[in-house]
């Protein structure tokens, strides 16, 4: 995928900002929590995701960003 | 535990690592505080920005906005009580090329700071002043201090008029002045690399009320929540006169940039 989305687990805090500020429905909270009671989001969707930046700026946590892969190219229906 | 694609293993580090205790992650502030997303867009701004991170130093004082120059990799200083603004202007003065910020939250500005705010607002002491506005003095909820809102009042039903901020720093001879809430963090960051740039004295106030508001009442709990109330209650006034700007009445918060008029930056000293 040219977008890949990191999700840094240890720093998370699950308050859910990064789902509801994306346009694109791309992240949700995952249906489990983790160890330390956190139901960290995931990217339900990745393949929608325009590289807006928007949930990496709105991260308070610094839990979540963006990898451009260069090598591949974008493929959008 | 359920493993989900593209969320383990990252090889590759947060592009905010370099500027940031990464062991101390994550964050104290409570959820939908907007602390947090201040810090990032201060990041950000310093990474968009021509600016060198070894010139900048960040001063903050006590309480939650205190705990801002811990997470901080820069040249951090926490000053005392009610010394926030004095202190960073002794180390501007030492030190002239440095870009010294001031996180500055309600007790160390208004309650024993503000002779020192007006001081150097005065000289117009190249400082960066970030006010993190949370409408509240020592976490609870009954003592009245200069900006509690109109609306509540003291167990002894005292009220007292708040301050309007942006008007306060104009009227002292503050070269930029600003204001946004957490929601509006891209411009929040946009200005915070324009006050850096600019070198004199600019004041960027961050309307975050606090969460201990309407904990107790159930209607705030979390993040996306507090994020839906600030684009309810936001309203762009781009160089609106700072004499409109206060939030005394409940209705709307707003934002903008009000005040720019200042010299462009000279090539750095060093």
């Known amino acids: 995928m040219k977008y890949e989305i990191h999700i840094l687990e240890e720093r998370c805090k699950g308050c ?26 995931y990217p339900k969707k990745p ?26 190219e974008e493929v959008r229906e | 535990m359920v ?18 205790y990464t062991e101390l992650l994550p964050t104290v502030w409570c959820h939908g505080c907007g602390i947090g997303t201040t810090v990032h867009a201060f990041i950000q701004a ?14 903050s004082g006590l309480g939650c906005t205190g705990k801002i120059s811990t997470y901080i990799k820069l040249r951090s200083h926490s000053a005392p009580y009610g010394n926030v603004v ?17 996180f500055l939250n309600n007790a160390d500005f208004l309650l024993t700071g503000a ?6 607002a005065q000289k117009g002491t190249d400082l960066m002043v970030l006010y993190i506005n949370n409408f509240l003095y020592t976490l609870n909820k009954t003592q009245a201090f200069p900006m509690s809102p109109f609306i509540r009042k003291s167990v002894d039903g005292k009220f007292d008029l708040p301050f309007n901020i942006p008007h306060l720093a104009k009227t002292y001879g503050a070269r930029y002045v600003a204001r946004w809430t957490p929601l509006q963090s891209g411009w929040l960051k946009h ?49 609106e006169n700072t004499e409109n700007l206060d939030l005394r ?15 462009p930056l000279q090539e750095d000293h060093s």
């Open chain 2, 86 to 102: 004095g202190r960073a202007a002794e180390l501007k003065k030492e030190n002239p090329h440095w870009h010294v910020v001031v």
């Open chain 2, 249 to 263: 009445k409940e209705g709307k918060i707003r934002v903008g940039l009000f005040i720019e008029s200042g010299r």
């Open chain 2, 46 to 59: 310093l990474k968009d920005s021509s600016v060198e991170p070894k010139k900048v130093c960040v001063v």
């Open chain 2, 191 to 239: 200005s915070l690399s324009e006050a850096l740039f600019k070198r004199e004295f600019g004041v960027i106030e961050v309307v975050s009320p606090c969460l201990m508001f309407s904990c107790d009442e159930g209607r705030i709990q979390d993040a996306g929540e507090k994020m839906k109330f600030y684009d309810d209650r936001s309203e762009f006034c781009y160089g």
């Open chain 1, 47 to 72: 393949e929608n995701c325009l590289n807006c930046g928007m949930g990496e700026m709105f991260c308070p946590d610094f839990a979540i960003y963006v990898w451009v892969n260069d090598d591949e």
């Open chain 2, 115 to 120: 002779r020192d705010f007006i001081d150097e």
């Open chain 2, 3 to 20: 493993r989900f694609p593209g969320s383990k293993n990252s090889t590759h580090h947060h592009p905010a690592d370099p500027l940031l």
């Open chain 1, 16 to 41: 859910g900002i990064c789902v509801e500020i994306c346009q694109a429905d791309v992240l949700e909270l995952s249906p489990e929590a983790n160890e330390k009671g956190i139901q960290v989001p």
